[in-house]
């Protein structure tokens, strides 16, 4: 069974960085084909994917916020990381971290989804 | 790149809801369905245009023709009640991802 939970703050202030924690278990990010990424909702409002890394370490990012985001992944702890840099209020939102399932190479969705952690950006 | 879906759908149970979904790729590209209840996380209901992962009930299905993706539930349950999110990804590889904008599935 495939499980992912998310942590890190719940309010950040303006200009701060975010740095949020996925840890997963029921699979390895050091298989062929696995992948794990973040998306987030803001209240009341639509998913936006933002990041994705695969098990080889190849990292893709939404074009839009490419600048303010950083992906990486600790394999030993089942672990991935996301930061993201000058948090504005603008990013408050429920961020998820995902599952990509491995079945075929060529395309990415997601499943299961963790629960989710709501993030404040307020001063 | 976009993802195009109505707001809103209402359908009296028992009867068929269709969610659309539009965008240049999808004939190149497969689409992808999560239903998202109130507080809940997503939950993937369609894969690849029109696979359905295990544990998803039968009465949820996809198809594609064109640009236009849509996502069919026969006889809908008040449990069907929730946010449908398309996903897809554009044709050059620069969007390997994108969501719609949700379609609000109410039963009356």
């Known amino acids: 069974q495939i499980t992912l939970k998310e942590s890190g703050p719940t309010l950040v202030k303006p200009t701060q960085t975010l740095t949020l924690t996925c840890t997963f278990s029921g699979f390895s990010l050091s298989t062929s084909g696995v992948g794990v990424g973040w998306i987030r909702q803001p209240p009341g409002k639509a998913l936006e994917w933002l990041a994705l890394i695969y098990w080889d370490d190849d990292k893709r990012y939404s074009p839009s916020l490419k600048t303010k985001l950083t992906i990486t992944k600790d394999t030993s702890k089942n672990q991935v990381v996301l930061t993201m840099t000058n948090m504005d209020p603008v990013d408050t939102a429920t961020y998820y971290c995902a599952h990509r399932n491995p079945a075929a190479p060529k395309y990415n969705w997601f499943d299961p989804w963790g629960q989710g952690t709501l993030v404040t950006v307020s001063s | 790149y976009e993802l195009t879906q109505p707001p809103s759908v209402s359908v009296s149970p028992g009867q068929t809801a269709r969610i659309t979904c539009s965008g240049d790729?999808?004939?190149?590209?497969?689409a992808y369905w999560y239903q998202q209840k109130p507080g809940q996380a997503p939950v993937l209901v369609i894969y690849?245009?029109?696979k359905r992962p295990s544990g998803i009930p039968e009465r949820f299905s996809g198809s594609s023709s064109g640009t236009t993706v849509t996502l069919t539930i026969s006889g809908v349950q008040a449990e069907d009640e929730a946010d449908y999110y398309c996903q897809s990804a554009d044709s050059s590889g620069t969007y390997p991802l994108v969501f719609g904008g949700g379609t609000k599935l109410t039963v009356l």
């Open positions: 790729a999808l004939p190149k590209q497969y």
């Open positions: 690849k245009d029109s």
